[in-house]
Protein backbone atom coordinates (compact mmCIF):
# COMPACT_ATOMS: atom_id res chain seq x y z
CA UNK A 1 0.00 0.00 0.00
CA UNK A 2 1.10 3.25 -0.55
CA UNK A 3 2.32 5.94 2.46
CA UNK A 4 0.18 9.18 3.38
CA UNK A 5 2.13 12.20 1.84
CA UNK A 6 3.11 14.50 4.52
CA UNK A 7 5.63 17.47 4.07
CA UNK A 8 9.41 16.57 4.85
CA UNK A 9 9.79 19.33 7.06
CA UNK A 10 7.72 22.09 8.51
CA UNK A 11 8.80 24.57 11.06
CA UNK A 12 7.76 27.62 13.53
CA UNK A 13 8.67 30.23 16.18
CA UNK A 14 8.04 29.71 19.76
CA UNK A 15 4.44 30.40 20.50
CA UNK A 16 3.34 30.14 16.85
CA UNK A 17 1.06 27.68 15.56
CA UNK A 18 1.71 25.18 12.90
CA UNK A 19 -0.08 22.49 10.92
CA UNK A 20 1.29 19.18 8.78
CA UNK A 21 -1.10 17.70 6.77
CA UNK A 22 -1.22 13.71 5.66
CA UNK A 23 -3.02 13.14 2.64
CA UNK A 24 -4.63 9.65 1.46
CA UNK A 25 -7.26 8.30 -0.37
CA UNK A 26 -10.52 7.16 0.09
CA UNK A 27 -9.60 3.95 1.05
CA UNK A 28 -7.57 5.20 4.10
CA UNK A 29 -7.83 8.75 5.59
CA UNK A 30 -10.87 9.27 3.76
CA UNK A 31 -13.17 6.35 4.69
CA UNK A 32 -12.34 6.01 7.92
CA UNK A 33 -12.00 8.27 11.34
CA UNK A 34 -8.89 6.24 12.66
CA UNK A 35 -5.98 8.29 12.04
CA UNK A 36 -3.42 9.11 14.76
CA UNK A 37 -0.66 11.20 15.04
CA UNK A 38 2.52 9.97 16.76
CA UNK A 39 5.72 12.50 17.94
CA UNK A 40 8.89 10.95 17.93
CA UNK A 41 11.94 12.59 19.17
CA UNK A 42 15.51 11.36 18.39
CA UNK A 43 16.41 7.95 19.70
CA UNK A 44 12.92 7.37 21.20
CA UNK A 45 10.04 5.43 20.22
CA UNK A 46 7.25 7.10 18.75
CA UNK A 47 4.00 8.20 21.15
CA UNK A 48 0.66 8.92 20.06
CA UNK A 49 -0.52 12.32 20.59
CA UNK A 50 -3.85 12.28 18.85
CA UNK A 51 -6.08 9.01 17.95
CA UNK A 52 -9.30 8.98 15.90
CA UNK A 53 -8.58 12.27 14.20
CA UNK A 54 -9.30 14.28 16.85
CA UNK A 55 -9.01 12.48 20.10
CA UNK A 56 -6.04 13.04 22.93
CA UNK A 57 -4.74 10.52 25.17
CA UNK A 58 -4.33 11.60 28.64
CA UNK A 59 -1.26 13.30 28.87
CA UNK A 60 -0.93 14.93 25.77
CA UNK A 61 -1.45 18.35 26.11
CA UNK A 62 -3.91 20.55 24.36
CA UNK A 63 -2.20 22.30 22.28
CA UNK A 64 -2.33 19.37 20.14
CA UNK A 65 -5.51 18.95 17.63
CA UNK A 66 -6.75 16.49 14.91
CA UNK A 67 -9.19 17.02 12.39
CA UNK A 68 -9.74 15.90 8.89
CA UNK A 69 -11.61 16.87 5.60
CA UNK A 70 -11.94 14.71 2.71
CA UNK A 71 -8.86 12.34 2.24
CA UNK A 72 -6.90 15.04 4.39
CA UNK A 73 -5.79 15.10 7.95
CA UNK A 74 -4.02 17.32 9.84
CA UNK A 75 -2.38 18.19 13.30
CA UNK A 76 -2.03 21.45 14.58
CA UNK A 77 0.17 22.26 17.29
CA UNK A 78 -0.58 25.71 19.14
CA UNK A 79 2.18 27.55 21.55
CA UNK A 80 4.48 26.17 19.61
CA UNK A 81 7.67 25.44 22.30
CA UNK A 82 11.20 24.31 21.95
CA UNK A 83 9.97 20.44 23.21
CA UNK A 84 7.34 19.87 20.12
CA UNK A 85 10.89 19.73 18.23
CA UNK A 86 10.62 15.95 16.42
CA UNK A 87 9.46 13.93 13.82
CA UNK A 88 5.87 13.46 13.53
CA UNK A 89 4.02 10.71 11.68
CA UNK A 90 0.34 9.86 10.69
CA UNK A 91 -1.71 6.80 10.40
CA UNK A 92 -4.87 5.81 9.00
CA UNK A 93 -6.66 2.07 9.15
CA UNK A 94 -7.20 0.94 5.22
CA UNK A 95 -9.33 -1.34 3.26
CA UNK A 96 -6.56 -3.41 2.62
CA UNK A 97 -4.08 -3.43 5.42
CA UNK A 98 -4.29 -2.64 8.91
CA UNK A 99 -2.24 0.43 9.11
CA UNK A 100 -1.13 2.81 6.67
CA UNK A 101 1.89 5.42 7.53
CA UNK A 102 2.63 8.87 6.37
CA UNK A 103 6.51 9.77 5.66
CA UNK A 104 7.23 11.90 8.38
CA UNK A 105 7.43 15.66 8.94
CA UNK A 106 10.63 16.92 10.49
CA UNK A 107 8.62 19.67 12.98
CA UNK A 108 11.80 22.55 13.43
CA UNK A 109 11.50 25.00 16.67
CA UNK A 110 13.11 28.41 15.50
CA UNK B 1 0.55 0.39 33.66
CA UNK B 2 1.14 -1.96 30.20
CA UNK B 3 5.01 -2.35 28.97
CA UNK B 4 6.34 -4.21 26.07
CA UNK B 5 10.22 -5.17 25.70
CA UNK B 6 12.16 -6.27 22.91
CA UNK B 7 15.10 -8.15 23.15
CA UNK B 8 17.22 -10.29 20.76
CA UNK B 9 20.34 -10.34 19.08
CA UNK B 10 21.98 -6.66 18.31
CA UNK B 11 23.99 -7.60 14.88
CA UNK B 12 22.62 -10.65 12.60
CA UNK B 13 24.99 -12.01 9.21
CA UNK B 14 23.57 -11.73 5.52
CA UNK B 15 21.22 -14.24 4.56
CA UNK B 16 20.15 -15.58 8.08
CA UNK B 17 17.40 -15.24 10.16
CA UNK B 18 16.49 -12.25 12.41
CA UNK B 19 14.71 -13.51 15.34
CA UNK B 20 13.33 -10.71 18.03
CA UNK B 21 10.93 -11.18 21.02
CA UNK B 22 8.72 -9.05 22.93
CA UNK B 23 7.79 -9.80 26.65
CA UNK B 24 4.37 -8.26 27.43
CA UNK B 25 4.21 -7.04 30.94
CA UNK B 26 1.27 -5.44 33.59
CA UNK B 27 -1.56 -7.02 30.83
CA UNK B 28 -2.97 -9.74 29.25
CA UNK B 29 -1.23 -10.48 25.54
CA UNK B 30 -4.53 -12.91 25.45
CA UNK B 31 -6.96 -9.71 25.17
CA UNK B 32 -9.47 -9.72 22.79
CA UNK B 33 -9.23 -6.35 22.28
CA UNK B 34 -5.67 -5.71 20.75
CA UNK B 35 -3.48 -6.82 18.14
CA UNK B 36 0.56 -7.10 18.98
CA UNK B 37 2.81 -5.59 16.22
CA UNK B 38 6.34 -5.50 14.74
CA UNK B 39 7.21 -2.00 13.33
CA UNK B 40 10.65 -0.79 12.21
CA UNK B 41 12.56 1.80 11.42
CA UNK B 42 15.67 1.88 9.43
CA UNK B 43 18.62 4.84 10.33
CA UNK B 44 17.48 8.37 9.45
CA UNK B 45 13.84 7.26 7.68
CA UNK B 46 10.41 6.45 8.27
CA UNK B 47 8.41 3.64 10.30
CA UNK B 48 7.43 0.52 8.33
CA UNK B 49 4.53 -1.86 9.15
CA UNK B 50 5.92 -5.68 9.18
CA UNK B 51 3.25 -7.31 10.70
CA UNK B 52 0.94 -7.94 13.44
CA UNK B 53 -0.75 -11.17 15.17
CA UNK B 54 -3.92 -11.70 17.09
CA UNK B 55 -3.60 -13.73 20.09
CA UNK B 56 -5.72 -16.40 19.18
CA UNK B 57 -2.73 -16.38 16.06
CA UNK B 58 -4.34 -14.68 12.63
CA UNK B 59 -1.57 -12.64 11.28
CA UNK B 60 -1.07 -9.75 8.61
CA UNK B 61 1.89 -9.46 7.05
CA UNK B 62 3.40 -6.06 5.18
CA UNK B 63 3.09 -7.44 1.56
CA UNK B 64 6.84 -6.37 0.41
CA UNK B 65 7.83 -8.52 3.63
CA UNK B 66 5.40 -11.63 3.64
CA UNK B 67 7.53 -13.54 2.01
CA UNK B 68 10.11 -13.53 4.77
CA UNK B 69 8.36 -12.82 7.95
CA UNK B 70 6.63 -14.91 10.38
CA UNK B 71 5.03 -13.37 13.89
CA UNK B 72 4.20 -15.44 16.17
CA UNK B 73 2.68 -15.56 19.35
CA UNK B 74 3.25 -17.30 23.00
CA UNK B 75 0.53 -16.66 25.00
CA UNK B 76 1.97 -18.87 28.38
CA UNK B 77 5.08 -16.42 28.43
CA UNK B 78 2.75 -13.31 27.44
CA UNK B 79 5.28 -12.91 24.48
CA UNK B 80 5.27 -12.08 20.75
CA UNK B 81 8.23 -13.22 18.24
CA UNK B 82 9.17 -11.80 15.02
CA UNK B 83 11.29 -13.99 12.61
CA UNK B 84 12.55 -12.49 9.09
CA UNK B 85 14.80 -14.78 7.18
CA UNK B 86 16.97 -14.09 3.96
CA UNK B 87 18.15 -10.76 5.93
CA UNK B 88 20.49 -7.93 3.96
CA UNK B 89 21.86 -4.56 5.04
CA UNK B 90 18.29 -3.46 4.08
CA UNK B 91 17.11 -4.70 7.03
CA UNK B 92 19.38 -2.71 9.02
CA UNK B 93 16.75 -0.99 11.45
CA UNK B 94 15.36 -0.43 15.09
CA UNK B 95 12.46 -2.73 15.23
CA UNK B 96 9.48 -1.85 17.64
CA UNK B 97 6.84 -4.07 18.92
CA UNK B 98 3.69 -2.15 19.51
CA UNK B 99 -0.03 -3.14 20.69
CA UNK B 100 -2.26 -1.91 18.06
CA UNK B 101 -6.61 -1.30 18.50
CA UNK B 102 -8.64 -0.18 16.04
CA UNK B 103 -7.83 3.19 17.19
CA UNK B 104 -4.33 3.26 17.25
CA UNK B 105 -0.52 1.73 18.16
CA UNK B 106 -1.19 3.02 21.97
CA UNK B 107 2.18 1.57 23.89
CA UNK B 108 5.45 0.79 22.14
CA UNK B 109 8.43 -0.50 23.26
CA UNK B 110 11.79 1.57 23.78
CA UNK B 111 12.88 -0.20 19.96
CA UNK B 112 16.50 -2.30 19.66
CA UNK B 113 18.78 -1.45 16.81
CA UNK B 114 19.51 -4.85 14.69
CA UNK B 115 22.21 -4.68 12.36
CA UNK B 116 23.18 -6.47 9.37
CA UNK B 117 26.54 -7.44 8.90
CA UNK B 118 29.23 -9.97 8.17
Known amino acids: QSALTQPASVSGSPGQSITISCTGT?????????VSWFQQHPGKAPRVVIYDVSYRPSGVSNRFSGSKSDNTASLTISGLQAEDEADYYCTSYTSSSPVVFGGGTKLTVL | QLQLQESGPGLVNPSETLSLTCTVS??????????WVWIRQPPGKGLEWIGS???????YYNPSLQSRVTVSVDTSRNQFSLKLSSVTAADTAVYYC??????????WGQGTLVTVSA
Open chain 2, 26 to 35: GGSISSSSYH
Open chain 2, 53 to 59: IYYRGST
Open chain 2, 98 to 107: ARWTVATLDY
Open chain 1, 26 to 34: SSDVGGYNY
